[in-house]
């Protein structure tokens, strides 16, 4: 059981959380909480113990060695960190973990109660994955809810899908279990690009976190990174004919399959955020 240190109730908190591995091409996903963790300077309250969880020999801890002395061992593991920031109105609690190599209920049901004993109001998990998705365009984000009415209020298109998931998916099943709103967002990251950094998903991501929360969050350099890594893009298929064919037939499939109202939809949403960041003028990052 996670062994939570925070000293004080949480205001309203809602959980953002994002786990590497499978669930994250690109490290899109766990490129939010990093930044987030980051901006906000967050504080651990709480870590899984990682003997039950993972495999060391397949996710191996890491060796810090600074001019032949041993500095620190760092044990794969997951984390919870709080963070409260101004303006918010309520505090957010942060994960950053790893996708476990075993016993994936129990440490689902690990979370979950920790969730439950901070007192969470919402679960947003983040995750990304490969498509045939041109870096051209928009990136396409994907959102499934815990339940019908949650997807009505949030405007959450219903999604299809049935086929293999990853940690992301059973701790959605077992937040909804619990009765804890729950909401997956997932980026599809342009599969030639696959490389990490990638800052333009990471962006989508944190935009769809924005629009389910409702609230204003700092972007920070991310918009320029993600202007910078598309502009690299291009560059390097403009260096090879076949890419530059291949990415040009995606956007011309995109742009096939993307309806009128959809443009629509996607003003109104960006409308909605300028209204947000009108309400906290002059906050850094914003």
């Given at each position: 059981m996670i062994e939570l240190n925070g000293d004080r109730a949480l205001s309203s908190p809602a959980v953002i959380a994002a786990f590497e591995g499978w669930n994250d091409a690109g490290e899109a996903a766990s490129g939010v909480v990093d930044h987030l963790g980051l901006t906000w300077d967050a504080t651990q309250i709480g870590?899984?113990?990682?003997?039950?969880?993972?495999?060391?020999?397949?996710?191996?801890?890491?060796?810090?060695?600074?001019?032949?002395?041993?500095?620190?061992?760092?044990?794969?593991?997951?984390?919870?960190?709080?963070?409260?920031?101004?303006?918010?109105?309520?505090?957010?609690?942060?994960?950053?973990?790893?996708?476990p190599n075993m016993r994936w209920r129990g440490f689902s049901d690990e979370l979950v109660q920790s969730f439950t004993d901070l007192g969470a109001q919402t679960v947003v998990l983040l995750g990304a994955l490969l498509a045939d998705s041109p870096h051209t365009r928009p990136v396409p984000v994907a959102a499934a809810a815990s339940d019908p009415a949650l997807a009505s209020e949030l405007h959450v298109e219903p999604v299809e899908?049935?086929?293999?998931?990853?940690?992301?998916?059973?701790?959605?099943?077992?937040?909804?279990?619990?009765?804890?709103?729950?909401?997956?967002?997932w980026a599809s990251v342009p599969h030639y690009v696959a490389q990490p950094p990638s800052p333009k998903a990471t962006l989508a991501l944190l935009r769809g976190v924005e629009d389910v929360l409702d609230v204003s969050l700092p972007l920070g350099d991310l918009s320029q990174e993600a202007r910078a890594w598309e502009h690299g893009v291009d560059e390097l298929a403009e260096q090879d004919t076949e890419v530059a064919d291949y990415v040009r037939t995606l956007e011309e499939a995109k742009d096939a399959t993307d309806l009128p109202e959809a443009s629509g939809d996607a003003i109104a949403r960006e409308f909605e955020r300028y209204l947000r960041r009108r309400r906290h003028p002059g906050e850094p990052g914003r």
């Open positions: 870590a899984i113990d990682p003997e039950d969880y993972y495999d060391f020999q397949v996710t191996r801890p890491v060796m810090e060695v600074s001019e032949g002395r041993t500095e620190r061992l760092v044990w794969p593991t997951t984390r919870l960190s709080v963070a409260s920031p101004e303006g918010l109105g309520r505090d957010i609690v942060l994960v950053h973990g790893i996708e899908y049935k086929g293999p998931t990853g940690i992301v998916g059973v701790l959605q099943h077992a937040c909804a279990q619990a009765g804890i709103a729950t909401v997956s967002l």
